[in-house]
């Protein structure tokens, strides 16, 4: 990419880096003083001197990170790092999850984080900010990927698990256990009357956000269970790594569902076997990408997260500077 020497964040080995403010933005390696966007695994990581991020992400921090020390901050609260004005603004990506505003001498840089534009009952939603240069995520950067209504989504959940226990089977649906997890069992109370069962590495997750006042089905614990247990006809929602292990032997009889943006492709489904995939995503599908870059008027815009090219190309076509950082950011978790 072009050299811009006044560039108020660059990229740097160990992440995003505002060279006004001496602060990276989710780096990937140690660094002194990180601002955090959400408590994703690739955006969060242990060793910073410090953390800076809202104060709804910090009970997610403390429960992926540990103790650590952290600067929790109110969404809109501007705070002075160096010589930027720092702030942090709703992203409707998962609980607590924020865009990056960077003002420096009147110039206004926003760092999205992951974003949606989608109605989530468990986060706030995506607060539009205007700004310069705004640096987007990407994860769906191709124009196959739009959303369907999640609401339409977790109905669909629901009359699948009403098949299964048709036919005697448990309905073990793969959900990412930080915000997914959560989404779709605040999606699924209108659709069902009994609790859904847990793994124990989404029930953690699914525990936070009970302690954030956030409403969701109700849910046991799969190790709660009586051993033996006969689990037809019962909603498990358990993490993509329990596909294929010794974990998944309790449920003789199971279908097995994932719920991701990536089930947009038939091919992925298909190659790693699940019965059913189910379209719900927290990032923004390709149509929300170019809304947002319009929304917030950004002259230059630069993508993360690897499908850059797309976006990059349609954007250039409508005039607007576009450019990558490649960063270390993964899929959808
Ligand atoms: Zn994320
Ligand atoms: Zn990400």
Redesign the pocket.
Known sequence: MPVHPNDLIVLRPEGLYCPAGDFHI?PWRPVAHAVITHG?G??ARVGMGEYHCTTRCLPILRWRLGEQRYHAHEYGQVFELGRARVSLHSAGHVLGSAQVRVEVDGEVWVAS??YKRQHDPTCAPFEVVPCDTFIT?A?FGLPVYRWPDTREVAREISQWRGACAAQGEAAVLYCYALGKAQRVLAELIPFEDQPALLHGAVAAGVEVYRQAGIAMLDTRLVADEEKGADFAGQLVIAPPSAAGSPWLRRFKRAQQGFASGWMRLRGNRRRRNYDRGFVVSD?ADWPDLFRTVRDTGARRVIA??GNTDAIIRALQEQGIAAEAFRTD??G??
């Open positions: 989710d994703h690739d955006h984080g992951d995520e994860t990032h993360t997260h950011y993964g959808e978790e």
